[in-house]
């Protein structure tokens, strides 16, 4: 069983990005976890909830967010 882990919202992007460009590394869960200082299974049990959550949203399952415009691209965390 995994152990409870908080994700903040940086790490959860460098997963994201690092899950993209280390997609055929068949080591790429190891060089995530080292990367983002995770458990292996830390990083298995995130990139499985992501499946699912991904899975659930095509599947209409979960609606998808009603940004108001230009939050979509972005722009509603931007400093002014």
């Keep these: ?4 882990s908080n994700w903040t919202w940086e ?4 997963f994201e990005n690092s899950v ?3 997609n055929d590394d ?3 869960f190891q060089k ?3 990367v983002l200082g995770k458990t292996v299974e830390e990083v298995k049990v995130l ?3 992501h499946v699912h959550d991904v899975n659930a949203t095509e599947a209409a399952e979960i609606p998808l967010p009603n ?13 002014k």
């Design 26 to 28: 068949p080591d790429r």
């Design 32 to 34: 995530i976890a080292k």
């Design 1 to 4: 069983m995994a152990s409870s």
């Design 67 to 79: 940004y108001k415009t230009g939050e979509a691209k972005g722009q509603h965390n931007k400093k």
């Design 47 to 49: 990139y499985q909830n």
């Design 20 to 22: 993209v460009t280390n």
């Design 11 to 14: 790490q959860n992007k460098l």
